[in-house]
T-cell receptor, first 113, second 113 residues
Framework: KNQVEQSPQSLIILEGKNCTLQCNYTVSPFSNLRWYKQDTGRGPVSLTI?????NTKSNGRYTATLDADTKQSSLHITASQLSDSASYICVVSGPQGTYKYIFGTGTRLKVLA | DSGVTQTPKHLITATGQRVTLRCSPR?????VYWYQQSLDQGLQFLIQ???????AKGNILERFSAQQFPDLHSELNLSSLELGDSALYFCASSVAAGINTIYFGEGSWLTVV
């Protein structure tokens, strides 16, 4: 069964600190992996998109990595800000060619002053 | 503001009823997606249209249907509503059907009572 699992479920960090969120998937083969940021009650906002041939992709303070061999991805947030408080969702598209989207349950991040 | 417009923002209806959710994609985007987000299921992909044609289908119930019109706006029809259909329904759009950034609207909150 195609699945996407994220860890941790929730995370609390202090402003200015770094953190790393994990995403493991069993979708195979897959077309691409996306990270989204979702504020409560709002629509998700795209952070990064990576195909199977890409290892890393950055968007400002957000850096995503992908290891297609181990089917793992991570999202690293540098110098966290209060506005980073949100849910971060990993989405894997597969099987290839059908563009179905399988969502992880997300990591809820809280950044404290 | 993503440029994706959804109406209505909130909707309360009774079980057994039918509702229609409307979506206007970003200017120039040909692909429209529908997603459902409930507390217990997280975000789920329902269906994707590209330039009026169905492109991919996810976990969309038979009681639900969607279409994309020639002017590229889309409607999601939900019928024989059940309490479990209460959720936040997102529409999203992208310029094409492939590996492109997907922009989400702010969602339509549906409450079935």
């Amino acid at each position: 069964k195609n699945q996407v699992e994220q860890s941790p479920q929730s995370l609390i960090i202090l402003e200015g600190k770094n953190c790393t969120l994990q995403c493991n998937y069993t979708v195979s083969p897959f077309s691409n992996l996306r990270w989204y940021k979702q504020d409560t009650g709002r629509g998700p906002v795209s952070l990064t998109i990576m195909t199977f041939s890409e290892n890393t992709k950055s968007n400002g303070r957000y850096t995503a990595t992908l290891d297609a061999d181990t089917k793992q991805s991570s999202l690293h947030i540098t110098a966290s800000q209060l506005s980073d408080s949100a849910s971060y969702i990993c989405v894997v598209s597969g099987p290839q060619g059908t563009y179905k989207y399988i969502f992880g349950t997300g990591t809820r991040l809280k950044v404290l002053a | 503001d993503s440029g994706v417009t959804q109406t209505p923002k909130h909707l309360i209806t009774a079980t057994g009823q039918r509702v229609t959710l409307r979506c206007s994609p970003r200017s120039g985007d040909l692909s429209v997606y529908w997603y459902q987000q409930s507390l217990d299921q997280g975000l789920q992909f329902l269906i994707q249209y590209y330039n009026g044609e169905e492109r991919a289908k996810g976990n969309i119930l038979e009681r639900f249907s969607a279409q994309q019109f020639p002017d590229l706006h889309s409607e999601l029809n939900l019928s024989s509503l059940e309490l479990g259909d209460s959720a936040l329904y997102f529409c999203a759009s992208s310029v094409a059907a492939g590996i492109n950034t997907i922009y989400f609207g702010e969602g339509s909150w549906l409450t079935v009572v």
